[in-house]
């Protein structure tokens, strides 16, 4: 008899969720960044281990400064993902508990599932020790099954939780083949993958205002052609995505394309452009124009 299950990846921005979501997968599904709130939409990655299938949802991170409507919707993304799953992946980052965390733990509260509390980058801590106090201070969810310091970055301890998850999954068919690694479309994947680069080289120019579309992609022999536009809120922000001389642009193009050729395992083509969209990180029309599941309510 087969068993498949659903587990959520949650917790606040930037403590590693989608960075363990891909280790967990073995590839990369979900981009990640030193930013907050680099993951923008509910990611599903898939791994089969025999006759266990997991199924992760990587979620936004939670964040309660709520005033911009993008920010809004992302934590409704976050907190729709944890209905109705067979568990919950809590990450938190060690020696670090915020207010952020403290919301985390509310909607993780909420969910009902059995928890497994992350303690992620653990490679950080030089001092080991340290950890102990922290551990065993950390706020404890509902429904806890264990807590493991991890390292989602070198993966240290992450089998450790893949195999309660191997044992916890319950009875049912896969509802993906063995060799899928996730529910989302190549184009997806493309517009995601120019959106980390993005997000690393503008990490401080940029706060939030950037969004990418994918306008072509074809699939021709041997080749991925494919052309993205890149959205900004304003034209000065323009001329910096673009860069001196188009030095900017050229570079997140290169790294784009690389990135995507190890991905899709094939040689790529990618032509970008940068269009401005007045204000739309605030307008929900525009958010929902540009994809992002969710409302605001
Ligand atoms: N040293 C170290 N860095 C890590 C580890 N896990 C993640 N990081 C880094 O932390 C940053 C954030 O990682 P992400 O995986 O994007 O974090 P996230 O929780 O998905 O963030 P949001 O999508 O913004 O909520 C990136 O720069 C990662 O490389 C870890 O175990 N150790
Ligand atoms: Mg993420």
Known sequence: MNRCGTIAIAGRPNVGKSTLLNRLVGIKVSITAHKPQTTRHSVLGVRTHGDAQLIFVDTPGIHVDGKRVLNRVLNRTASTALLDVDAVVFMVQALSWTEDDQRA????????????????????????????????????????????????????????????????????????????????SM????????????????????????????????????????????????????????????????????????????????KVFLQLWVKVKDGWADDLRAIQSLGYEGSDD
């Not at 509902?142 to 999954?169: C, F, M, W, Y």
């Not at 517009?191 to 990490?203: A, H």
């Open 105 to 184: 733990l509310e909607l993780v509260n909420r969910c009902g599932a059995p928890v497994f509390m992350l303690v992620n980058k653990t490679d950080r801590v030089a001092d080991k020790p340290k950890l102990l106090p922290f551990l065993a201070d950390l706020p404890r969810p509902e429904n806890l099954r264990e807590v493991i310091p991890v390292s989602a970055k070198t993966g240290q301890n992450v089998d450790i939780l893949e195999k309660h998850l191997i044992d916890i999954v319950p009875q049912g068919e896969h509802r993906f083949d063995p060799d899928d690694f996730t529910d989302r």
């Open 187 to 266: 184009r997806f994947l493309a517009s995601e993958l120019i959106r980390e680069q993005l997000t690393r080289f503008l990490e401080k120019e940029l706060p939030y205002s950037l969004s990418v579309g994918i306008e072509q992609f074809d699939i021709e022999e041997g080749l991925f052609r494919i052309s993205g536009v890149i959205w900004v809120e304003k034209s000065s922000q323009k001329g910096i995505v673009i860069g001196k001389q188009g030095a900017m642009l050229k570079e997140i193009g290169r790294r784009s394309r690389e990135s995507m050729e190890a991905l899709f395992g094939t």
